[in-house]
């Protein structure tokens, strides 16, 4: 963020249309109203939801206590929304994600879509790749939702223990079997009897989600919701 003095001279600009806003914001009020929501948070059975429900569906022995509650994604992946991601992930400015997790906060928190959410948990990134971006977008997207809904961000429970390929560069059969066993929980206590909600900035196929939610739904009494900033479905 700069400094306001460096503003005098580098105004903040929308990072759509280049018109100036207020050190705050990185989108104007006109580019934030335009970008396509999906309305999942009103939605039981959206798009989302039904990409992941079939893992909870049956009864299955160690499964029986974890609950899939709620899935949703804010925006639909248009290109506005394209080059509002890419711009968070590829060109150093994770206040975006930031701006635009709490932006979804404002919008969703009536709904009731985020009642009862112990712990907010992004989607990890591998070590290796934390050191060469600098962050991870999925967190800044959580610090975005903390900064309305007042819950605890937790980056340390679930690890990623295979640095993947990105999954924007593969075919959709090639994702699912990308991410499998990318993930795990070495320590589930902390989530024992909490829902938490994972995080993640882009749904397209679901696989990365999926992945996570396989080696967390075997944690006792653990309830697990999903939010995505954008979808492709
Ligand atoms: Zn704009």
Redesign the pocket.
Known sequence: MLSPLLELFYPSL?V??Q?GVDRYNT??E??LRQLPRTEHHMLRENKVEMLFSDLFSRPRKHWDKTRFIRAGAWLRYDDHVATLIHSGKFFERPELAEFLGRQAALEWQDSGYFDDIDLLVPVPIHPRRLNERGYNQSEFICRGLASVLHIPIDTTTIRRIKNTPKQSQLTDAKRQTNVEHAFNVPEPLPWHKKHILLVDDVITTGATIRNCLKEITPIRSCRISVFSLATAR
Do not use: E
Request: hydrophobic share 25%.
């Open positions: 929308c759509l249309c018109r989108l104007c006109d580019c």
